[in-house]
């Protein structure tokens, strides 16, 4: 039988400046952590992964991969298993999970690649070429990242609403979006409701999801969905928090409702099943662990008739096309997929990855499909580590 | 949903197996010439199908399907003799069962429901749902044994199991680690004799 015995494990931490400041409820940021992650093989393929890039993270990440030298990549689930049988056996959390699903994915693109198979094919086919992604729009335009108290002096002054419609004009005619995300600072129910109405007006067919990340409690929420019901949005994301609230939220509204907060490991899934507490699971590949746990929330999310659909940050070219590959092989996966990495004012891949008429196109080679470039990583990088026996 | 490979060709037989029963035996013909077998004896062609694909995929490949759905939870299954009835192939009907908390172990015939990747869903709703599978081989051939050992390797849980309805009362089945779907056609000398069209 082939085995894919793993020899090394690369660690890069990375930061890349953003193109400009993005504010939500939860940060104003200027750039992205992350951690690249290079898995080789005895055969001499190396696979590629990628997750959180917190200090944190990238010393979990040399901790695991010690674990993991010596064993077979084609075997992901004796992998998964090595660090723990149940959530009980997970001693760190998000962090845990996070640490994981890079190995996973370094994992899945070294399998995939020493089959002579894309990921698509070997998650389950690869049934799409294009996928429709999504723009990501701040909750205010501003000149860097400014503190919580300049931000809301900016949202105070409502006029200002009209920079975010412009922007996303400008996503629209420069690479065709028709998908947008508005993130909120959860600060003036007044702002989002006049921006959304402007946005609506200024897109009419676009679609366009609102994304608070549940800093509005529930009455303020429920009240502020209700009033945004007629505009048709695409989903309220994570409108106010726990699971109890939105689901209560999403019985007052007509319209779907998103979570990427509240179902975001396997145990919530029947709690948010059985309290009908969410239109669309929007699963973040980092927070569920990995491929084989994304793949199985999909399923499990729709045959209860919640719709799948894949989140993202700011993440790097690697993560990014990983997404493309989930969403072409899972005919679960009907909405835009999340991405930020156009945002990046750079990328550690040699191939361009596009936005192009609002979509991406999924790369053609084996596994991802896609290639580390090292000049650009090491322009990028912060520190790096080889795990090796 | 089949397996992920390029079929050229596709062909079914009927044959008769040493018990006297009928047999329906498939052949997929990968586009890149590798040829991958499946069967049922319930005379439903599209699980033999689907069977072949993805014996075909995991013989181009050199992996054994395990390798092909993402890994294995064990090494060996567990194998009891049961009489209990395999729940029906509703899938609806399976769903409310399972929210309304009417089972423990699914007992699931995947002959009966047709596909690995419907086994797949199941399996993935019976761990959200913290439930285990038992795979029932209705003729406890060693064809059908074969198959739920592979298939039984990917699911996860303790009380993961493969049922017959006659035999001994307990064993252990080995996971073969063969390309494919690891399954020994040559228990059946009817096999060998199969005329395939080119």
């Known amino acids: 039988m082939t085995t894919l015995s793993v020899v090394a494990i690369r660690l890069t931490r990375v930061s890349i400046p953003l193109t400009m400041a993005h504010a939500g409820s939860m940060y104003v940021i200027q750039k992205t952590e992350r951690t690249v992650i290079e898995l080789l093989l005895e055969n001499g393929i190396t696979g590629l992964g990628e997750t959180w890039g917190t200090p944190d993270v990238y010393a979990l990440a040399q901790r695991y991969a010690r674990d993991w030298l010596g064993r077979d990549a084609l075997d992901r689930i004796a992998l998964r298993e090595a660090l723990g049988k149940s959530s009980y056996d997970n001693r760190f959390g998000r962090n845990g999970l996070a640490t994981l699903a890079g190995l996973d994915l370094a994992a899945w693109d070294a399998t995939a690649r020493s089959l002579n198979m894309s990921l698509a094919e070997l998650i389950g086919g690869r049934k799409r070429e294009s996928i429709d992604v999504v723009s990501t729009l701040p909750a205010a335009i501003l000149p860097r990242a400014v503190s919580r108290k300049e931000l809301t002096d900016h949202l105070d002054v409502l006029s200002n609403t009209k920079l975010v419609v412009q922007f996303a004009l400008e996503q629209q005619r420069k690479s065709g979006f028709r998908s947008f995300k508005l993130k909120s600072a959860a600060y003036s129910p007044e702002w989002d409701w006049k921006l959304l109405n402007e946005l609506r007006e200024a897109m009419p067919r676009a679609r366009i999801r609102f994304d608070p990340n549940a800093n509005y409690g529930a009455a303020t929420a429920t009240e502020l969905c209700r009033r945004l019901d007629p505009l048709g949005l695409e989903f309220f994301e994570d409108p106010t928090g726990e699971l109890e609230g939105i689901a209560r939220l999403k019985a007052a509204v007509k319209t779907p409702v998103a979570t990427n907060m509240w179902v975001v490991r396997d145990e919530h899934l029947v709690p948010a099943i059985r309290r009908q507490a969410v239109d669309v699971v929007l699963g973040d590949l980092f927070m569920w662990g990995g491929i084989d746990a994304w793949r199985r929330m999909a399923r499990v999310a729709h045959a209860y008739g919640m719709k799948p659909a894949l989140h993202s940050v700011y993440e790097t070219g690697i993560a990014t096309v990983a997404n493309l590959h989930l969403a072409s092989a899972l005919p679960e996966v009907e909405y835009p997929n999340d991405s930020g990495l156009h945002f990046l004012s750079s990328d550690v891949l040699t191939e361009p990855q596009e936005v192009r008429d609002g979509a991406m196109r999924l790369p053609t080679g084996l596994g991802l499909g896609v290639t580390l470039d090292r000049s650009k990583l090491e322009n990028v990088t912060l520190e790096g580590a080889e795990i090796r026996a | ?198």
Not at chain 2, 165 to 194: H, L, Q, T, Y
């Open chain 2, 1 to 198: 949903m089949a397996a992920p490979v390029s079929i050229a060709h596709t062909h079914v037989h009927s044959v008769r197996i040493a018990s006297g029963a009928e047999a329906l035996v498939a052949r997929v013909l990968a586009a890149g010439g590798t040829a991958g077998f499946g069967f049922t004896l319930n005379l439903d062609a599209g699980v033999a199908r689907d069977m072949a694909a993805w014996d075909a995929l995991g013989r181009s490949k050199g992996v054994p399907l395990f390798g092909l759905l993402g890994g294995s939870y064990r090494k060996a299954i567990k194998a009891f003799k049961d009489e209990l009835p395999a729940i029906s192939p509703d899938w609806t009907a399976l769903r409310k069962d399972i929210l309304d908390g009417r089972h423990e172990l699914l007992r699931i015939d995947p002959f009966a429901w047709g596909s690995v990747e419907m086994v797949q869903t199941i399996a993935a709703v019976a761990q959200a749902f913290d439930l285990s599978i038992a795979l029932l081989a209705p003729n406890a051939h060693p064809w059908e044994i074969q198959y739920c050992a592979a298939l039984a390797a990917t699911l996860k849980g303790e009380d993961t199991r493969i049922i017959v309805r006659s035999g001994s009362a307990f064993s252990s089945i080995p996971v073969s680690e063969n390309p494919g779907m690891g399954i020994d056609w040559s228990v059946e000398p009817s096999f060998s004799k199969i005329q395939w069209q080119s």
